[in-house]
Structures are given as C-alpha cells and as structure tokens.
C-alpha cells in the first residue's frame, strides 16, 4: 500500500456477517479462521436473529468439507461426534434410467483410476465381453464399499485421511451449533442476537451499518448476507434480481421425514440413495442416529398428498406418526451475488434441488473464494466482486446443467414429469452442444471452461455411463500402450477392492470407533 | 476352540512357565512408562495404533523383516532388559480362572519346559506373582499411552518411515510406526517446555527420538542370523 492510501482507500477491518444458520457460521468461522493465521487483525462479527428459524439445508456435503474443517480448525473427531456426522462415498441413483427394478448406478466421490494420466471410458465401452462390470466398478473401487456397508477409512488412519475419497451426511442444526460454539470460543467472532431492522448507506451505495430491533447499530467494512431467503441485503437491499431456473429444473417443492432406526446396530448406509418417483426423487441419508429422507418433486406434476403418500410408501411402515416438515424451492440465483460491499453466501445468493448436494458446497466454494483471497481495501473488493460474479454465474449455470443431465439422459416415459424433463425447450443449450459431443468423445477436462469446475468430466462419465447414454467411442488396440496402461489401472482396481473387501470396517463400527476413542491427527 | 481360557488345574495342571521364551515370536512388544530408559539400551522405541481404538501405544521393535524377535536365540532373551509385557504375553487377567488369570497356550512361554503353574493339585505361588506383574504392566502401558496421547494432541508425534534393503537388492517397507516429530519439538513455546518438563515429559521424548539409533543394532542382530543380509537401513 502506498502512504496516505489507507486514508483515501479503507482498509477491510470487520465484516458483518448477516444470518446464524450453516452458510453464516461457515462465514464467520472461515473468515475469522483466515485473520487468525494471517495475523490480519480483521475482525469478525456475526448477528442472528432469535426469531428466524434456520433452515437447515442438506444433510449431504462434498469432500470439500474436510478442508473446510480442517482450515476452521475443527476436529474430523469433534465434528463427528457433535453433529452425528457419517461418512458418504457417493450417491446411488436408482430408477432413474428406465424405472426397471434393476435400474441404479453409482456415482462415487472417487475419480475414474488413472484419471490424471488415461480416460478408461473408451477402454470400458469396448472392455471383453467377460467383463460385465457396470462403468463405476469398472474404473473404481469404490461402488462395491457401498454395496458392502463398509467405511472409506480404518480407525487407524489419521483425521480426514481415507483409503477412498468422502463427504459426510450430518445433522445440520448441530453443525451449525458447532460452528457458533467454535467461532465464538476458539476464533473471537462476536456473536450479537438482534434483528436486522434497517442498513443504513453511503452515498456510493455502500452499506455502512446495520440497525438492529433495539436500536443497536453494527458498522462494518464487509457484509455478508447469510439471511436464508429472505435475501435481506443482496434482494432486500439492492433488489438484485433473481434467475430463476424452473424451467429447465422442475421440483419446486420437498417435504423432509427423520427415520428412526430400529435398532441401535442397524447398519448405516455409506452414500446418498436418490429413488426416482413419479413426478421428482426421494432422497434417503444415514446419520449415527437416524435416516434423513425426503421427497424433491414438481407441484405441476403431483399433489402435495401425492408426494407424501409416495414419501411414506417409501419409508413404510417406519413412517407411521412421523411427521414430515415442507420446504419450498424457488429454483434459482441471483444475477449477481457481491453488491458494493455486500456478498450473498448460500440461499441468499441462490437454491436449487438437494440432487447432487451443492448447498453446502457452494458455501464453502464462497468463502473460499472470499476468505483465501480477502479483499484489504474497499477498492479491492470491486475487482474482487467482479471476479466473483463471474465465477459463480458460471458455477450456477453448470450445477444446473449437470442437475439437468440426470434427467435429460432417462428413458422413462411413464409419466409427464420424465416426459416434460426430456423436452428440448427445457435443456439448457451448453448441455445439448455438450451431449452431441459426448456420443463420440468422452467427457474430458478441455469441455469445461474454467479450471477448478465444481462438476468436471469424472462426474459427467459417472451419470452419463451410469445411465446408459449411448456413446461411440473409436475402439482401442488392445495392444496399444494405452490399452496396456488401462490394463494396470483396472487390474489395481481389482487388488484395491479385493484387499478393502477385507480390511474396511463395516461403516456403523468405525463410526462407534470413532465415537469412542476418536482419530489421530496423524 | 479358542487358544485363550481360564485357568484351571483340569486342563493345564500339567503346563509351565519358560521364561527364557518370552516374546519369541514378537516382532513388537508394548512397553510401559517406566521401562523407556531401560529398554532403549537395547531397543528402538517406537509409537504404533492400536488396531481396534487407533491409540498410539509406546513398543519396542524386536525385529525387522521376519516375524520373529531378533533378541531371541540361544534359548534366552539375548538384552540387557526384558519388556515386562512380553514376559506375559501367556497370560491375560481373567477374574474367572485360577489366581485370576487365563492362559494363552499356543505361546511359547507356555509347554512342558520351566516353572510348573500348579503344584500338588493347587496354583503355584508364580501365578500370584504373575497376576501382581500383569496389574502393574498394564498400568504402567495405561501410562504410556497417557504420555504418547499428551505428545500426539500437540501434534510431536509422525509416521516413522522405515524401509530396509537387503543384499539381494529388494527392499521391504515397514509400515504402521510413528516416531517423535524432532522438529516440532524444537518449535513448541518456552512455557510448553517448560510445562512438558514439569510434567516429566520432556526427557521421555528424546530418549524416543535417540533410540531409533537401536535399528543398527537390529540390522546386526538380523545378520547375524539371517540370509540375504540386510544391506542398509533408511529411517525418515
């Protein structure tokens, strides 16, 4: 910094974050993280509401999350045990192709084997007629731990460390009691309950500080506005518009069920089960101490009693006097999501389908962003707010693209829902270029165009040969070096199964173990 | 049928104690806090995860790449200290055997050779002993793992990579050991030092970290009666 620019140029000393449920304690605890081991000495202040309930979206994270916590500096150990916290390796998709009872692939969190040095698809589409392997257990080995209920790691491997790639499936009102208890204890975030009345404004359209219901008023250099829905400060304040994609994603409506175990060693499923329905998919977690399912349909497709009694068809006769709670999605995004001095992070800046669990992980990919590159000064943040617009309109544009592939690529025709899903006015043009594309060349990194994509070409080969779209690869000479090397990674494969079939613990006994006596950090 | 049961004068009356087998076949041995100073005139000490809690325990390492205890030989426990813990790794506390214990008869302290368990129909006074010795072994191991816990919390305990080459140019990896982490000793804060001092875990620490110099001696001990020879230790 030059002199005298701290005069002219103010330096970025408190963000206010703006809402107290999962998007505004990541907030707060990334950004407070970050100044505590930068030595910024920027301060971090979070204001909740007391008479706003959160929401509490998905109980389903990436494997993002285990840097997310590890740069918070909460242990995997703690993090388990406070928020009933089990380890995910993937989703299941099951009926979703043809609605046969056969029908279900896998879409695990590990890459394609060799996936920086080969692309095994063309190999596994001319693979011998011997092998019959399915795409995802033919080029992972992951698949088949989910098949077996057993964890992605031993009691004997360090914290966030796996033999296979994982996420984990929580409870999202104790995360985000943890993450209040972190912030406030351990990282100095002023906690301060009040409701947002009135911001107050520069005359460059900045906000200054916000009025709370008592009259307290809380200046900053930086808002973030947390506030769920209600946009307060991003809708509310600068009235920035919302995108909305209803026409390309048609559930706009999901009623959630707590399933209880019937007993206390019931095993618990390592990945997300997403089942087709009529007219949208229930989505069906395990946690430590119950399942989580819920049913995401289209209202112009079914009736509220419909989706329930579908729900609770699902659930059986478990669901007998549950309850079941009803969440609204207004499918969408805000055109922009950092305003002057305000940045909108989770679903003030957007929500869409739990189809692929992207709600969490859009908080973090947020701060990251924010938090790992903070803006020092206010003209910074301009530039800083351009950058970020940019990648999340595009972030946003390919979530609902590759949401939309799950549907588009489905054979079913027994309902108007699959049918109205497979309407070439409902898909995204950059996904019908892409799906031509792909009938004769694999998914590969050069399709995408930035370099850090929140979905890239693993995960389009997942859906795309876990749905059986037809694709015309050239064919590989078997004796061809790339043949050979496909070979060795398929046959690694084959050892890495075969000894995890062995040696993984059953998911529910690592959990306890986990429980019990916790991990190591090394 | 389980290896490990009660015991009893009905099927073990006719069984003994051989000392001089203690460990024979252990490549590891669990030590307790007491024994640091002892064994690591002879041993490398070393830190590995329990199996079923993932604790760190604090062992001694008594051979490289055969499974077998390389101070073994000669018909005695060839150091200048024995490890409690592999003097009785016949027998577990059992409330439902005889003197208190149960006995593990596949181990080769165990047969028809040394001191007898039962003597005229009745538990010899050596199980009494063995009982006291066994109470106090686990203790004292319950301390150690107290020691090694205070040390991984902050964070001065890493894997310990260990790989050795023999003369017919192959080399074997031995995995699952962590070590001191030397360097983050050296960075902790005065009043961390100072506080680990005080609680007299400090001096364990480097006694750890310099008895790794004890994988030489293995080296030795293993040539001296294995072929292809071991050429050359890497520890990192």
């Known amino acids: 910094m030059f002199p005298g620019e701290e005069a002219v140029n103010g330096l970025v000393q408190h963000v206010v974050v703006v809402g107290g449920g999962s998007a505004g304690w990541i907030a707060a605890c990334r950004l407070a993280a970050q100044a505590k081991r930068s030595g910024s000495g920027v301060r971090v202040t979070l204001v909740e509401s007391t008479n706003v309930p959160t929401i509490g979206v998905g109980e389903g994270t990436w494997p993002t999350m285990r840097n997310t916590l590890a740069k918070i500096g909460i242990t995997e150990t703690d993090f388990i045990r406070s928020c009933d916290a089990a380890f995910k390796q993937g989703a299941r998709f099951v009926g979703w192709t043809d609605g046969s009872p056969a029908d279900g692939y896998y879409h695990p969190l590990n890459p394609p084997a060799g996936a920086t040095e080969i692309d095994l698809a063309p190999h596994w589409l001319h693979r011998p007629a011997t092998e019959a392997a399915d795409f995802a257990s033919w080029v992972d080995f992951q698949a088949t731990l989910c098949d077996a209920g057993l964890a992605p790691k031993t009691i004997l491997m360090p914290e966030y460390a796996g033999h296979a790639n994982y996420a984990y499936h929580l409870d999202a009102g104790k995360f985000a009691t943890l993450l209040r208890d972190h912030a406030v204890d351990n990282l100095g975030v002023e906690h301060v309950l009040g409701d947002v009345v009135r911001p107050h404004m520069a005359d460059n359209g900045d906000i200054t500080d916000i009025e709370l219901g008592d009259g307290r008023r809380l200046a900053g250099d930086l808002f973030v506005d947390c506030t769920g829905f209600a946009a307060l400060l991003i809708g509310g304040v600068y009235g920035v518009p919302f995108r909305r994609c209803s026409d390309v994603l048609f559930a706009d409506r999901a009623m959630a069920m707590q399933v209880p175990y019937d007993g206390e060693d019931d095993d618990i499923t390592c990945h997300t089960v997403s089942t087709a329905q009529d007219a949208g998919w229930i989505w069906d977690i395990g946690l430590w101490t119950r399942r989580g399912v819920g049913h995401v349909y289209s209202s112009a497709h079914t009736s509220d009693d419909a989706a329930e009694a579908a729900l609770r068809r699902y659930v059986g006769p478990r669901a007998d006097g549950l309850s079941v709670r009803r969440i609204g999605i207004d499918a969408g995004h805000r055109e922009r999501f950092w305003q002057n001095n305000c940045v909108a992070v989770g679903l003030s800046a957007g929500f869409i389908e739990p189809l692929e669990a992207s709600a969490l992980m859009l908080i973090e990919t947020s701060m990251d962003a924010i938090a790992d590159r903070f803006p020092r000064t206010r003209s910074a943040m301009d530039v800083m707010a351009h950058q970020f617009n940019d990648t999340f309109r595009h972030h946003w544009q390919r979530i609902i693209e590759f949401l939309k592939l799950h549907y588009v690529l489905t054979k079913r025709t027994d309902t108007a829902f699959w049918r109205d899903n497979t309407a070439p006015s409902s898909i995204p043009d950059g996904l019908r270029e892409r799906l031509d594309l792909w009938r004769h060349h694999s998914p590969a990194p050069q399709d995408f165009d930035h370099a850090r994509e929140v979905f890239s070409w693993p995960s389009y080969q997942y859906v795309l040969h876990g749905m059986q779209f037809a694709s015309d690869y050239p064919r590989v000479d078997a004796a061809s070096p790339d043949a050979v090397m496909a070979g060795r990674f398929v046959a690694r494969n084959d050892r890495a199964r075969a000894d995890l079939l062995h040696r993984a613990p059953r998911h529910r006994d690592l959990l306890r173990a986990v429980r019990d006596h916790g991990l190591q950090l090394v | ?236």
């Open chain 2, 1 to 236: 049928m389980s290896r490990i049961a009660p015991l009893n004068m009905a099927d073990h009356g006719a069984l003994c104690f051989d000392r001089n087998a203690a460990g024979a076949t252990r490549q590891i041995v669990q030590l307790g806090l007491s024994e640091i100073a002892f064994a690591a005139a002879d041993m490398p000490l070393c830190l590995a995860k329990d199996a079923n809690t993932g604790r760190f325990d604090l062992i001694a390492l008594l051979g490289l790449v055969e499974p077998t205890n390389l101070f073994s030989f000669g018909g005695h426990f060839q150091a200048t200290y024995i490890p409690r813990a592999a003097l009785l790794t016949g027998f577990r506390l059992d409330p439902n055997g005889a003197a208190g214990l149960a006995v593990d008869v596949a181990d080769p302290t165990i047969g028809t050779d040394g001191e007898p368990l039962f003597a005229d129909g009745r538990p010899a006074p050596l199980l009494g002993h063995l009982h006291q010795a066994l109470e106090q072994v686990m203790a004292d191991i319950a301390a150690a793992r107290t020691l090694i816990a205070r040390y991984a919390a902050k964070r001065l305990v890493r894997p310990l990579i260990l790989s050795v080459r023999k003369a017919d140019g192959r080399d074997h990896d031995i995995a699952g050991l962590y070590t001191i982490d030397e360097p983050a000793m050296r960075a902790l804060p005065d009043d961390e030092v100072v506080a680990l001092h005080r609680a007299d875990a400090l001096a364990p620490s480097t006694i750890l970290s310099a008895s790794l110099a004890q994988i030489e001696r293995l080296r030795q001990l293993h040539n001296a009666r294995f072929e292809p020879a071991i050429s050359s230790c890497s520890i990192g």
